[in-house]
């Protein structure tokens, strides 16, 4: 079917209707060929028109010329109850040049589901008029499966909500960036954003959406609660929501659990880029052990065309609890309160052992030998070894973190900052610029530490420090794994800071590969430092820097022995005792360098 100019009028308008359909099935698709070439050939919509709704819904346009070939549309149509037609228009405002047509119109997953003459099976629910057997997971989801409503009686409202009035007991989070927004119909931006709500398939319908248009930038999230729910004990809550994700610029979506009400929980799901002009349906199982909390995030993209949707949410085997959540202390992690000290005689200048009372020197408190019985001197410091497989940063630490006061916590969110990380969290095309294994595990399951930059701009630093190095022996040397991969990778960079006075030890920047990268840096002999890991942000987010496996080896201080050298030991000027074969091998191993002096 091709459009033929049979007029001269200044607007015209083509328009090709279907016969009426009674109804279609929730899963129904409409499909076809189309053809929109010409130097003014003019847009074209796609609109339903529904019995007894006066505003038809645009399902479908084409804008102007889309190239001499045939370009396919496939539009979700969903549970339509009521009697409709679909109408093709064809507009041309003004002189019309080109050639329009349509072709290959197809219906698929339209019909009802079949009666079944029994509905027995485990995780079935018989509908009650039409006698379908459908999943029970497809019970109280606000979708009317059965085709008769009987999957969608009963059913607490509590649990459920299709923001036709309004949010139910869902919240906006006073602590995001912006919220999302109840809307009818398209979004404000083309090419952007559902054209429909999901729930009544038209644009009488309500769903939320988060606007990406300025003065939003990237990143910025909009996060959405749900009410509180009950420890799920041996049952499973299950979730279910359906989202709309189109548009080249569209970000991220997540969802979160948490069980502490001042923490942003812990991620269940999420979705990354554009999905296509669809609602998409989601179900999560959820089980907690306490109170819990689910957050529905949605974050900004790179541009005004990054909209994202949300509609019909419930929730099913889950009770509300009356309750409140939690709170933990937001003090900081350099923040702690002293424990009591046993009885002593130590001096100020002294370390008390935790366990004991007994008093070692302050120089002795972090130099990689514990000095204490129960290695308490050594509890505050950076870990010798560290695969960051327990989520933990082995005492390391971000001082630009650490300065933040509780209030302004809510700001190091679009930090360029180190974080934990691992190849299972990453979303799809992020494995381009950030390790999809780390290198202890050589899995996705593994821990690294990683600068994101999808935070920041150009030229920003990130720092982590260990904490205060008291002393170190003459051979001691840091060994760590990088990864710095990605088209725009900034720099990163081993730093030695010793009270105001920083120096560089070791540096690398640019691109290295895809793989994790050995790299070793000489510390000797050295007193109150701190060891710095610095990464500087490139000039766009395809390029973060990870590390992993950070060894310090042989870093612990030569021991004064209580006794006089053996005949196979040299005598340092120090006193030291050193092995014979160490001599004259361009290794200072006294830390006095009398053990490489020309004179032995």
């Known amino acids: 079917m091709f459009i033929l100019k049979n007029s001269s009028s200044i607007s015209q308008v083509a328009r090709l209707r279907s016969p009426k359909f009674r109804q279609t099935g929730s899963n129904c698709t409409f499909s076809f060929w189309y053809y929109n070439y010409g130097q003014s050939v003019g847009a074209a919509e ?128 006073v602590g995001d960036d912006l919220d999302w927004v109840r809307i009818q119909g398209p979004t404000p931006t083309i090419n952007t954003g559902p054209l429909k709500d999901h729930t009544t398939g038209t644009a009488r ?85 306490k109170p819990f909390q689910i957050l529905v995030k949605g974050f900004v993209g790179d541009g005004f065309t990054g909209d994202i949707g949300l509609d019909d949410m419930s ?61 308490s001197d050594e509890s505050a410091c950076v870990m010798e070894v560290c695969d960051f497989e327990d989520k933990t940063q082995c005492g390391w630490y971000q001082p630009a973190l650490e300065q933040m006061s509780g209030n302004d916590s809510i700001h190091t969110t679009n ?80 730093l030695c800071k010793t009270g105001n006075e920083t120096t560089k030890l070791w540096t690398q920047s640019g691109n290295q590969g895809p793989q994790w990268n050995r790299a070793e840096v000489f510390l000797g002999i050295r007193s109150e430092f701190q060891v710095v890991f610095r990464a500087k942000r490139g000039v766009s987010y395809m390029g973060d820097v990870a590390v992993d496996d950070i060894t310090f080896e042989d870093c612990s201080p030569l021991l004064i022995p209580g006794r006089p050298c053996t005949s196979e030991e040299f005598t340092c000027a120090n006193k030291y005792c050193i092995p014979k074969n160490n001599l004259c091998d361009f290794v200072n191993d006294c830390g006095d360098n009398s053990d490489e002096n020309p004179t032995i």
């Open 415 to 494: 930090m360029f900052k180190w974080e934990l990380g691992r190849g299972a969290n990453l979303y799809p095309e992020q494995e381009k610029h950030c390790p999809l294994i780390d290198h202890t595990t050589c899995t996705a399951e593994g821990w690294y530490l990683f600068a994101d930059s999808s935070n920041g701009e150009f030229g920003h630093t990130a720092d982590i420090v260990t904490p205060v190095i008291s002393l170190t022996g003459p051979k001691c040397k840091i060994i760590f794994w990088n990864y710095m991969n990605g088209s725009t990778i900034g720099s990163l960079e081993v």
């Open 205 to 289: 319908g309500h769903y939320l959406y988060m606007e990406s248009s300025e003065p939003h930038q990237f990143q910025d999230k909009a996060i959405l609660l749900s009410p509180l729910f009950s420890p799920s004990g041996n049952r499973t809550c299950i979730f279910r929501f359906h989202y709309h994700m189109f548009g080249k610029q569209v970000y991220k979506l997540s969802v979160f659990q948490r069980t502490v009400s001042n923490t942003k929980g812990w991620l269940l799901w999420y979705k990354f880029g554009n999905q296509g002009n669809r609602w998409i349906r989601q179900t999560l199982y959820i089980s907690s052990l």
């Open 46 to 173: 796609m609109r339903l028109l529904v019995d007894g709704l006066r505003q038809p819904t645009v399902l479908w346009r084409a804008y102007y010329n889309e190239g001499n070939q045939w370009l396919k549309a496939v539009i979700q149509l969903g549970r339509l109850p009521h009697p409709f037609q679909l109408s093709l228009d064809k507009i041309s405002l003004g002189f019309y040049d080109g050639v329009s047509a349509i072709d290959d119109i197809a219906f698929e997953n339209c019909a009802l589901p079949p009666p079944a003459l029994s509905c027995e099976s485990p995780g079935s629910f018989w509908c009650r008029d039409t006698k379908a057997c459908i999943d029970s997971l497809l019970v109280c989801d606000l979708v009317d499966d059965c085709g008769d409503g009987s999957d969608e009686d009963n059913c607490n409202p509590d649990l459920q909500c299709s923001f036709e009035n309004g949010l139910c007991n869902w919240e906006q989070d």
């Open 315 to 375: 929730f099913l085997g889950c009770t509300l609890y009356n309750g409140d959540l939690p709170t933990i202390s937001t003090t900081t992690s350099g923040t702690s309160v002293p424990a009591t000290l046993p009885m002593n005689n130590c001096t100020e200048k002294d370390f008390v052992c935790r366990a004991s009372g007994h008093c070692i020197q302050m120089i002795q408190k972090c130099d990689f030998r514990p000095d204490c019985s129960d290695k």
